[in-house]
């Protein structure tokens, strides 16, 4: 995504949550988002991104897995998010569902998706 659309309205809102991960080194290796979204229950995950060298090894999971988690603690009902269509059977696999037909965003191919979270 270009830099200039990386920063928004919701990045100082009082009840957006951001997340880092960190390598054993101290460098941050991914970021994950997570914002209220409209006046339901629901929040919207954005800004999720892991190093292509950190890729592979369970970073995305875990910050999706934290995220959740604090959704869960919000009693955040839902979750959902426009994902990147090459990244598509990733949140599959976390159990998000598609929907609808892709579209673009900042020229890149998204997909939207949605899961209801359990206690």
């Given at each position: 995504?270009?830099?200039?659309?990386?920063?928004?309205?919701?990045?100082?809102?009082?009840?957006?949550?951001?997340?880092?991960?960190?390598?054993?080194?101290?460098?941050?290796?991914?970021?994950a988002?997570?914002?209220?979204?409209?006046?339901?229950?629901?929040?919207?995950?954005?800004?999720?991104?892991?190093?292509?060298?950190?890729?592979?090894?369970?970073i995305?999971?875990?910050?999706?897995?934290?995220?959740?988690?604090?959704?869960?603690?919000?009693?955040?009902?839902?979750?959902?998010?426009?994902?990147?269509?090459?990244?598509?059977?990733?949140?599959?696999?976390?159990?998000?569902?598609?929907?609808?037909?892709?579209?673009?965003?900042?020229?890149?191919?998204?997909i939207?998706?949605?899961?209801?979270?359990?206690?």
């Amino acid at each position: 995504m270009p830099e200039t659309l990386e920063l928004d309205e919701f990045d100082h809102h009082p009840e957006t949550v951001h997340w880092i991960a960190w390598d054993a080194d101290g460098a941050a290796v991914g970021t994950a988002r997570m914002r209220p979204y409209s006046a339901s229950a629901t929040g919207k995950v954005e800004r999720v991104a892991v190093l292509a060298s950190h890729r592979g090894v369970g970073i995305g999971k875990l910050l999706m897995m934290a995220v959740e988690a604090e959704a869960r603690s919000r009693g955040y009902r839902e979750l959902r998010l426009n994902a990147q269509c090459h990244a598509q059977r990733f949140y599959e696999q976390m159990g998000y569902i598609s929907e609808g037909f892709p579209f673009e965003e900042a020229g890149i191919p998204h997909i939207a998706m949605q899961k209801p979270l359990s206690s």
